[in-house]
């Protein structure tokens, strides 16, 4: 699996999610002030425009989560296979991220 391909994906994902929740809230706004002033059918058609953006919402969110949940797996386990395979590598590396962090926070 490519990282740079699984980042983009990421942020385009994100990105329709930002999209779908603006597009609900500014439907969410004119149903609000829809119900101000009117009462009857537009009311009724604003109802179920919004449901569905909603509804549509939740889904591109669950989707959205599914790949987060897919990737974080995939990633533990190729992880896991590393350390298996290279322990000692391993340990120089966590050792080698542990100096460095300590580091920047011990300048602070």
């Known amino acids: 699996m490519n990282t740079e391909s699984s980042f983009t994906d990421a942020s385009a994902s994100r990105e329709k999610i ?3 929740l ?3 809230f500014a439907d969410m706004d004119e149903y609000l002030r829809a119900t101000a002033s009117h009462t009857g059918e537009k009311i009724g058609v604003m109802r179920e425009r919004l449901q569905e953006q909603l509804h549509h919402a939740k889904d591109r969110l669950a989707d959205t989560r599914d790949v987060v ?7 533990a386990r190729a992880t896991d296979e590393y350390v298996h395979d290279n322990p000692w590598r391993a340990v120089g590396i966590a050792a080698g991220v542990g100096l460095i962090v300590g580091l920047l926070i011990g300048r602070r």
């Open 18 to 20: 930002k999209s779908d």
């Open 22 to 24: 603006k597009t609900v």
């Open 69 to 75: 949940v897919d990737k974080t797996k995939h990633a």
